[in-house]
């Protein structure tokens, strides 16, 4: 298996900045990563997924992470309408409540970059949203159903 992994791996050299360089390595060191290959693939694959949101048509999978005041049932039911209206996107939600009338909410969606930020805008817009992060990655899930086909 690790002859494996080994193949399928490329060398790359990089240049950088001395000062880029030792704060990567403090930021490879407060992780307790092995290597700086590690987190330089990690920031990569970050950069790829923000890209590939961007460009048009591009289907990415990832998570919306929401906080948000929950006084009244009035937050909740916005937020729900407005996840129906996202219905092909949003793939499930799990909530939690917190202290001081707080809640969490993490939606998993998939679909075109260009749709899940939409999705993101309209549940910012909502009164008693406090903070929203639409985290993305290239890897998608698989189809949850295969429509109009008989179960094997």
Do not use: W
Request: hydrophobic share 40%; proline share 4%.
């Amino acid at each position: 298996m690790e002859a494996e992994l080994t193949s399928q791996l490329a060398r790359l050299s990089v240049s950088l900045p001395a000062e880029l360089l030792s704060q990567l390595d403090a930021m490879v060191a407060d992780r307790a990563l092995p290597s700086r290959s590690q987190m330089i693939a990690e920031l990569i694959r970050h950069e790829l997924a923000e890209h590939r949101e961007e460009t048009p048509g591009g289907v990415v999978a990832g998570t919306i992470t929401l906080i948000y005041r929950a006084e009244s049932g009035r937050v909740r039911h916005a937020l729900a309408q407005t996840q129906c209206a996202y219905l092909m996107e949003v793939i499930s939600s799990q909530h939690v409540f917190l202290e001081e009338d707080q809640s969490l909410e993490v939606l998993l969606v998939q679909g075109p970059g260009e749709r899940l930020q939409q999705l993101c805008d309209e549940l910012r817009r909502i009164r008693g949203v406090q903070q929203i992060k639409l985290v993305t990655t290239t890897a998608l899930l698989p189809p949850l159903h295969a429509h109009g086909e008989d179960a094997a």
